[in-house]
């Protein structure tokens, strides 16, 4: 059964941490790219960032310099280092894996259950 599991979520205070896990299991293969994205209540689903074969990375603008995403040494956890939370910040937060696709773009297919993230 193949899914892909998140943790890490909670409550913190404006300006705290915190770092969410993503591991894939029962997966055969190594996902090519993997990435975060969230959901704040009555806003649409926004992108924050992909890792892709574990080397190159990108994160969206509006949390560059607070938001790191990396991925552990097997390549099937992918992480997601949140510093000096806003209280914009709290969102259901959600991890996905694909497969990279022609042009450098990921192509998901497997979605997680999500973590939610409140910070007051």
């Known amino acids: 059964h193949v899914q892909l599991v998140e943790s890490g979520g909670g409550s913190v205070q404006a300006g705290g941490s915190l770092r969410l896990s993503c591991t894939a299991s029962g997966l055969t293969y190594i996902p090519g790219c993997m990435g975060w994205s969230r959901q704040a209540p009555s806003k649409e689903r926004e992108a924050i960032g992909t890792?892709?074969?574990?080397?190159?990375?990108s994160i969206r603008d509006s949390v560059k310099g607070r938001f790191t995403i990396s991925r552990d040494g097997s390549k099937k956890t992918l992480y997601l280092q949140m510093d000096n939370l806003e209280p914009e910040d709290t969102a259901a937060y959600y991890c996905?894996?694909?497969?990279?696709?022609?042009?450098?773009?990921?192509?998901?297919?497997?979605w997680g259950q999500g973590t939610q993230v409140t910070v007051s």
């Open positions: 890792d892709i074969n574990g080397g190159r990375t």
């Open positions: 996905a894996a694909g497969r990279v696709l022609s042009g450098g773009m990921c192509g998901f297919n497997i």
